[in-house]
Protein backbone atom coordinates (compact mmCIF):
# COMPACT_ATOMS: atom_id res chain seq x y z
CA UNK A 1 0.00 0.00 0.00
CA UNK A 2 1.25 3.36 -1.18
CA UNK A 3 1.84 5.40 2.60
CA UNK A 4 -0.17 8.50 2.95
CA UNK A 5 0.40 12.12 4.36
CA UNK A 6 -0.31 12.30 8.33
CA UNK A 7 0.23 15.71 9.51
CA UNK A 8 2.51 15.03 12.79
CA UNK A 9 4.29 17.58 15.11
CA UNK A 10 7.61 18.00 13.35
CA UNK A 11 8.90 20.92 11.35
CA UNK A 12 9.22 19.47 7.81
CA UNK A 13 4.51 18.48 8.22
CA UNK A 14 4.59 21.92 9.26
CA UNK A 15 6.67 23.49 6.50
CA UNK A 16 5.12 25.49 3.33
CA UNK A 17 4.66 22.71 0.39
CA UNK A 18 6.87 25.05 -1.51
CA UNK A 19 9.92 24.71 1.13
CA UNK A 20 9.14 21.06 1.29
CA UNK A 21 9.68 20.59 -2.31
CA UNK A 22 12.66 22.38 -2.74
CA UNK A 23 13.94 20.27 0.25
CA UNK A 24 12.99 17.01 -1.77
CA UNK A 25 14.03 17.98 -5.07
CA UNK A 26 17.75 19.17 -4.38
CA UNK A 27 17.68 15.57 -2.18
CA UNK A 28 17.00 13.78 -5.25
CA UNK A 29 18.99 16.50 -7.12
CA UNK A 30 22.22 15.66 -5.45
CA UNK A 31 21.85 11.86 -5.59
CA UNK A 32 21.18 11.84 -9.62
CA UNK A 33 23.91 14.18 -10.44
CA UNK A 34 26.94 13.08 -8.04
CA UNK A 35 28.06 9.69 -9.15
CA UNK A 36 31.12 9.39 -6.30
CA UNK A 37 30.14 6.96 -4.00
CA UNK A 38 31.45 9.18 -0.90
CA UNK A 39 28.70 11.90 -1.74
CA UNK A 40 26.12 9.16 -2.26
CA UNK A 41 26.57 7.62 1.22
CA UNK A 42 26.89 11.00 2.61
CA UNK A 43 23.10 11.79 1.02
CA UNK A 44 22.11 8.56 1.91
CA UNK A 45 22.92 8.95 5.73
CA UNK A 46 21.25 12.59 5.76
CA UNK A 47 18.28 11.49 4.36
CA UNK A 48 17.74 8.83 7.12
CA UNK A 49 18.37 11.24 9.60
CA UNK A 50 16.00 13.47 7.92
CA UNK A 51 13.44 10.77 7.66
CA UNK A 52 14.20 9.97 11.56
CA UNK A 53 13.54 13.52 12.70
CA UNK A 54 10.55 13.91 10.57
CA UNK A 55 9.42 10.55 12.08
CA UNK A 56 8.18 8.70 9.16
CA UNK A 57 10.13 5.76 9.47
CA UNK A 58 7.46 3.47 9.92
CA UNK A 59 5.65 5.26 6.68
CA UNK A 60 8.05 4.61 4.65
CA UNK A 61 8.65 1.38 5.29
CA UNK A 62 7.41 -0.04 2.22
CA UNK A 63 9.51 2.52 -0.17
CA UNK A 64 12.15 1.13 1.40
CA UNK A 65 11.74 -2.47 0.91
CA UNK A 66 11.06 -1.86 -2.39
CA UNK A 67 14.16 -0.16 -2.57
CA UNK A 68 15.98 -2.70 -0.82
CA UNK A 69 14.75 -5.50 -3.47
CA UNK A 70 15.28 -2.87 -6.63
CA UNK A 71 19.25 -2.48 -4.95
CA UNK A 72 19.56 -5.91 -4.35
CA UNK A 73 18.50 -6.94 -8.02
CA UNK A 74 20.66 -4.01 -9.45
CA UNK A 75 24.05 -5.10 -7.36
CA UNK A 76 23.43 -9.23 -8.62
CA UNK A 77 22.36 -8.39 -12.14
CA UNK A 78 25.19 -5.68 -12.60
CA UNK A 79 28.22 -7.98 -12.85
CA UNK A 80 26.88 -10.52 -14.57
CA UNK A 81 26.59 -8.58 -17.75
CA UNK A 82 28.81 -6.41 -17.19
CA UNK A 83 32.55 -7.78 -17.68
CA UNK A 84 34.57 -4.57 -17.99
CA UNK A 85 37.15 -4.15 -15.19
CA UNK A 86 41.04 -5.26 -14.85
CA UNK A 87 40.55 -7.85 -12.02
CA UNK A 88 38.64 -10.88 -12.65
CA UNK A 89 36.93 -12.54 -9.37
CA UNK A 90 35.89 -15.33 -10.92
CA UNK A 91 36.06 -16.47 -14.90
CA UNK A 92 32.85 -17.34 -16.72
CA UNK A 93 32.44 -18.88 -20.57
CA UNK A 94 32.71 -17.21 -23.48
CA UNK A 95 29.45 -16.37 -25.52
CA UNK A 96 29.57 -15.66 -29.17
CA UNK A 97 28.16 -12.16 -29.78
CA UNK A 98 28.64 -11.38 -26.59
CA UNK A 99 31.71 -11.94 -24.96
CA UNK A 100 33.27 -13.40 -21.62
CA UNK A 101 31.19 -13.71 -18.52
CA UNK A 102 33.50 -12.96 -16.14
CA UNK A 103 32.63 -11.26 -12.97
CA UNK A 104 35.46 -8.30 -11.90
CA UNK A 105 35.96 -6.69 -8.83
CA UNK A 106 35.15 -2.75 -10.65
CA UNK A 107 31.91 -4.49 -11.84
CA UNK A 108 30.86 -5.56 -7.80
CA UNK A 109 31.70 -2.60 -6.73
CA UNK A 110 29.89 -0.27 -9.68
CA UNK A 111 26.88 -2.03 -8.92
CA UNK A 112 26.80 -1.64 -5.31
CA UNK A 113 27.26 2.03 -5.99
CA UNK A 114 24.47 2.33 -8.18
CA UNK A 115 22.51 0.10 -6.03
CA UNK A 116 22.81 2.47 -3.06
CA UNK A 117 21.88 5.64 -5.73
CA UNK A 118 18.97 3.76 -6.41
CA UNK A 119 18.08 2.87 -3.19
CA UNK A 120 18.73 6.56 -1.93
CA UNK A 121 16.21 7.60 -4.67
CA UNK A 122 13.49 5.55 -3.71
CA UNK A 123 14.04 6.78 -0.40
CA UNK A 124 13.84 10.29 -0.94
CA UNK A 125 10.15 9.31 -2.72
CA UNK A 126 9.30 8.02 0.32
CA UNK A 127 9.92 11.09 2.22
CA UNK A 128 8.48 13.22 -0.25
CA UNK A 129 4.97 11.44 0.07
CA UNK A 130 4.60 11.55 4.03
CA UNK A 131 5.91 15.29 5.30
CA UNK A 132 4.56 17.00 1.93
CA UNK A 133 0.38 17.50 2.53
CA UNK A 134 -0.63 16.99 -0.78
CA UNK A 135 -3.90 19.46 -0.47
CA UNK A 136 -1.15 22.03 -0.07
CA UNK A 137 1.01 20.78 -3.26
CA UNK A 138 -1.96 20.64 -5.57
CA UNK A 139 -3.52 23.92 -4.14
CA UNK A 140 0.09 25.34 -5.40
CA UNK A 141 0.04 23.77 -8.86
CA UNK A 142 -3.52 24.55 -9.14
CA UNK A 143 -2.81 28.03 -9.74
CA UNK A 144 -0.94 26.88 -13.62
CA UNK A 145 -3.46 23.77 -14.21
CA UNK A 146 -6.63 24.08 -12.18
CA UNK A 147 -8.21 21.03 -14.05
CA UNK A 148 -5.41 19.05 -13.92
CA UNK A 149 -5.11 19.71 -10.11
CA UNK A 150 -8.40 19.20 -9.75
CA UNK A 151 -8.49 15.55 -11.14
CA UNK A 152 -5.22 14.73 -9.29
CA UNK A 153 -6.88 16.06 -6.06
CA UNK A 154 -9.75 13.79 -6.51
CA UNK A 155 -7.86 10.72 -6.84
CA UNK A 156 -5.49 11.53 -4.11
CA UNK A 157 -8.42 12.10 -1.59
CA UNK A 158 -10.42 9.10 -2.92
CA UNK A 159 -7.77 6.75 -2.96
CA UNK A 160 -7.57 6.23 1.06
CA UNK A 161 -11.34 5.65 0.98
CA UNK A 162 -11.55 3.05 -1.42
CA UNK A 163 -8.67 1.06 -0.25
CA UNK A 164 -10.72 0.87 3.57
CA UNK A 165 -13.49 0.00 1.11
CA UNK A 166 -12.05 -2.27 -0.34
CA UNK A 167 -10.49 -3.85 3.30
CA UNK A 168 -13.78 -4.62 4.48
CA UNK A 169 -15.80 -6.04 1.80
CA UNK A 170 -12.40 -8.72 2.02
CA UNK A 171 -12.98 -9.78 5.51
CA UNK A 172 -16.72 -10.20 4.73
CA UNK A 173 -16.03 -12.24 1.83
CA UNK A 174 -13.62 -14.15 4.63
CA UNK A 175 -16.58 -14.23 7.34
CA UNK A 176 -18.44 -15.72 4.37
CA UNK A 177 -16.51 -18.36 3.77
CA UNK A 178 -14.96 -17.52 0.48
CA UNK A 179 -11.87 -18.77 -0.66
CA UNK A 180 -9.78 -15.50 -1.97
CA UNK A 181 -6.38 -17.79 -1.47
CA UNK A 182 -5.73 -20.62 -3.38
CA UNK A 183 -7.05 -22.71 -6.42
CA UNK A 184 -6.29 -21.87 -9.82
CA UNK A 185 -6.20 -18.18 -11.15
CA UNK A 186 -9.77 -18.80 -12.46
CA UNK A 187 -11.15 -19.52 -9.25
CA UNK A 188 -8.79 -16.56 -7.81
CA UNK A 189 -10.59 -13.98 -10.10
CA UNK A 190 -13.91 -15.15 -9.71
CA UNK A 191 -13.89 -15.00 -5.93
CA UNK A 192 -12.25 -11.25 -6.25
CA UNK A 193 -14.59 -10.19 -9.00
CA UNK A 194 -17.66 -9.14 -6.35
CA UNK A 195 -15.12 -7.25 -4.69
CA UNK A 196 -14.59 -5.76 -8.11
CA UNK A 197 -18.01 -5.16 -8.54
CA UNK A 198 -18.64 -3.60 -5.67
CA UNK A 199 -15.47 -1.23 -5.90
CA UNK A 200 -16.91 0.12 -9.07
CA UNK A 201 -20.21 0.62 -7.70
CA UNK A 202 -19.04 2.87 -5.10
CA UNK A 203 -16.49 4.79 -6.90
CA UNK A 204 -19.65 5.47 -9.28
CA UNK A 205 -21.71 6.74 -6.16
CA UNK A 206 -18.49 8.64 -4.89
CA UNK A 207 -18.29 10.25 -8.13
CA UNK A 208 -21.80 11.52 -8.11
CA UNK A 209 -21.79 12.82 -5.03
CA UNK A 210 -19.32 14.91 -5.48
CA UNK A 211 -20.33 16.27 -8.52
CA UNK A 212 -23.38 17.07 -7.08
CA UNK A 213 -21.64 18.66 -4.35
CA UNK A 214 -19.47 20.87 -6.42
CA UNK A 215 -22.32 21.98 -8.54
CA UNK A 216 -23.88 22.93 -5.71
CA UNK A 217 -21.24 25.09 -4.18
CA UNK A 218 -20.94 27.00 -7.76
CA UNK A 219 -18.08 25.31 -8.96
CA UNK A 220 -17.09 26.64 -13.09
CA UNK A 221 -19.73 29.43 -12.06
CA UNK A 222 -16.89 32.47 -12.10
CA UNK A 223 -13.77 33.27 -10.57
CA UNK A 224 -12.79 31.55 -7.51
CA UNK A 225 -11.55 32.58 -4.02
CA UNK A 226 -8.78 31.55 -2.37
CA UNK A 227 -7.80 30.29 1.12
CA UNK A 228 -4.41 31.40 2.52
CA UNK A 229 -3.85 27.86 4.68
CA UNK A 230 0.04 27.70 5.06
CA UNK A 231 1.60 31.26 4.80
CA UNK A 232 5.53 31.50 4.20
CA UNK A 233 7.29 31.96 7.67
CA UNK A 234 10.65 31.92 9.13
CA UNK A 235 11.65 27.69 9.12
CA UNK A 236 10.08 27.67 5.37
CA UNK A 237 13.35 30.62 4.77
CA UNK A 238 15.81 28.74 6.43
CA UNK A 239 15.06 25.10 4.56
CA UNK A 240 15.06 27.29 1.48
CA UNK A 241 18.36 28.52 2.21
CA UNK A 242 19.43 24.96 3.06
CA UNK A 243 17.91 23.43 0.37
CA UNK A 244 19.46 26.04 -2.04
CA UNK A 245 22.49 25.21 -0.61
CA UNK A 246 22.62 21.33 -1.07
CA UNK A 247 21.35 22.25 -4.48
CA UNK A 248 24.05 24.50 -5.57
CA UNK A 249 26.90 22.26 -4.15
CA UNK A 250 25.89 19.38 -6.20
CA UNK A 251 25.65 21.43 -9.11
CA UNK A 252 29.33 23.17 -8.96
CA UNK A 253 30.82 19.55 -7.80
CA UNK A 254 29.49 17.74 -10.95
CA UNK A 255 29.53 20.88 -13.51
CA UNK A 256 33.35 21.15 -11.87
CA UNK A 257 34.00 17.73 -12.70
CA UNK A 258 34.33 16.93 -8.58
CA UNK A 259 31.15 14.47 -9.09
CA UNK A 260 32.32 12.19 -11.17
CA UNK A 261 33.80 8.61 -10.55
CA UNK A 262 35.66 6.18 -12.47
CA UNK A 263 35.12 2.74 -11.88
CA UNK A 264 36.60 1.26 -15.46
CA UNK A 265 39.09 0.14 -16.40
CA UNK A 266 40.05 -0.01 -12.89
CA UNK A 267 38.95 1.52 -9.51
CA UNK A 268 40.33 5.29 -9.00
CA UNK A 269 40.76 6.64 -5.13
CA UNK A 270 37.20 8.20 -4.21
CA UNK A 271 39.07 10.55 -1.53
CA UNK A 272 41.35 11.72 -4.80
CA UNK A 273 38.69 12.42 -7.30
CA UNK A 274 36.09 13.59 -4.23
CA UNK A 275 36.35 17.33 -3.84
CA UNK A 276 37.06 17.90 0.11
CA UNK A 277 35.09 21.32 0.34
CA UNK A 278 32.07 19.90 -1.74
CA UNK A 279 32.44 16.39 0.53
CA UNK A 280 32.26 18.96 3.56
CA UNK A 281 29.43 21.39 2.41
CA UNK A 282 27.30 18.46 1.11
CA UNK A 283 27.74 17.06 4.71
CA UNK A 284 27.13 20.53 6.40
CA UNK A 285 24.09 21.11 4.86
CA UNK A 286 22.84 17.89 5.32
CA UNK A 287 23.53 18.31 9.30
CA UNK A 288 22.07 21.57 9.49
CA UNK A 289 18.62 20.51 8.51
CA UNK A 290 18.79 17.65 10.92
CA UNK A 291 19.91 19.34 13.46
CA UNK A 292 17.20 22.00 12.41
CA UNK A 293 14.31 19.34 12.58
CA UNK A 294 15.62 17.69 15.91
CA UNK A 295 15.81 20.79 17.66
CA UNK A 296 12.75 22.60 16.54
CA UNK A 297 10.90 19.18 18.19
CA UNK A 298 12.63 19.79 21.07
CA UNK A 299 13.28 23.49 22.10
CA UNK A 300 10.01 25.33 22.52
CA UNK A 301 12.05 28.81 22.23
CA UNK A 302 12.91 27.69 18.57
CA UNK A 303 10.00 26.74 17.43
CA UNK A 304 8.24 30.10 18.90
CA UNK A 305 11.05 31.89 17.05
CA UNK A 306 10.83 30.21 13.82
Avoid at 230 to 253: E, H, I, K, Q, Y
Avoid at 258 to 269: E, M
Avoid at 273 to 283: C, D, K, N, V
Avoid at 287 to 297: E, N, R, T
Amino acid sequence: MVPVYRYKETLLHGLNAVASLLLVASLAAAALLLENPLYVMVVCAGTMGIILCAETWEECRAFLRIGLVVALFIAVLNPLVNSQGEHVLVYGPRIPLWGSLDITLEAVLYGLSSALRVFTVIMICGLASTVINPDDLLGMFSRFSSRSSLSAALAVRLYPSMVSEARAIREVQLVRGERLKGGGRFSRAKAHLPMLLSLFQGSLDRAASIAESMSARGFGSGGRTRMRRSPFRARDAVVVTLSMSLLGVAVAASVGGKGAYSFFPTLSDPWSEASPAALTALAAVLLSVVLLSWSWKRWHWLRSKI
